[in-house]
């Protein structure tokens, strides 16, 4: 992985050149297949609906959450963990859509990482005010496996951190159609999402949504 991180088709502003190794910011990437990701995820949405899901330590989080493909992410009080059936439906979850894995395919691909088909994908939606607190992400078995974000709707600033929590934090706006692909090095890193600023987004409106591939197991 190259030390010219975040290095971004279009814009890379001096402060991505700052960040860790192993992740790649694919700007707009995903933009031009917006319409169908749209209609993807209502369609998923409808199956399985967005939900607020507890911590183990009791507290409700703000972002709400759905997963699509064999395996599903899930938090409750007794752990967080992948699994196939949702719990709020008592059936599996719908199935990854086709145009969902050739987006993570490609994207992944392109930094690196041929043969990317992850089983997971993590469907987030922030409204005003959500945020998502620091935290690394290692309900994963196989960190040798990237994960790749794509993010829709009202931009939101990306907090990312270091391998400790204590690190320092920097801050990335990631917009409507943005792809990151975080693998190697940065799979690890402490990060997080900022609240969200009110705004109106012409195919979202008041809303982000952001789409997480992982390979689960
Ligand atoms: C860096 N989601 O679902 S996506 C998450 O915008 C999560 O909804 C955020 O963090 C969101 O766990 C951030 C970018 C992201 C996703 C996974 C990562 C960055 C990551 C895993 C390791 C390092
Ligand atoms: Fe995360």
Partial sequence: MTADLFESIGSAGPAEEAMTDGARLLRGFARAIDGELIAAIDAIVAQSPFRRMFTPGGHQMSVAMTNSGSLGWVSDRSGYRYDAIDPTTGKPWPAMPSIFRKLAGEAAAQAGFAGFRPEACLINRYEPGTKLSLHQDRDEK?????????????????????????????????GHGDVVVWGGPSRLVYHGVAPLADGEHARLGRRRINLTFRRAR
């Fill in 142 to 174: 196989n960190y040798d496996q990237p994960i790749v974000s794509v993010s829709l709707g009202l931009p939101a600033i990306f907090l990312w951190g270091g391998l400790k929590r204590a690190d320092k934090t920097v801050r990335y706006r990631l």
